[in-house]
């Protein structure tokens, strides 16, 4: 019997919403740019950032 191959190979389009790679990444990213600005507001002003924010 003879093998039988697919002629065409399905072409699965990666999701652009929910939890994948590149939203996984720059949620990463954004993240630590965050804590970096919070590190130099702190440095800055000398004060913490909920006091920066007026909550204490």
């Known amino acids: 019997m003879a093998d039988i191959q697919p002629t ?4 699965i389009k990666r999701p652009k919403t929910g ?3 590149y939203a996984e ?3 990463g990213r954004a993240a630590m740019v965050g804590f970096i600005a919070i590190i130099v507001i702190e440095a800055v002003t000398g ?3 909920l006091t920066w924010l007026g909550l204490a």
């Open 47 to 49: 004060k913490g950032i």
């Open 19 to 21: 939890f994948n790679q």
């Open 8 to 11: 065409v190979v399905p072409q």
């Open 25 to 27: 990444r720059l949620n």
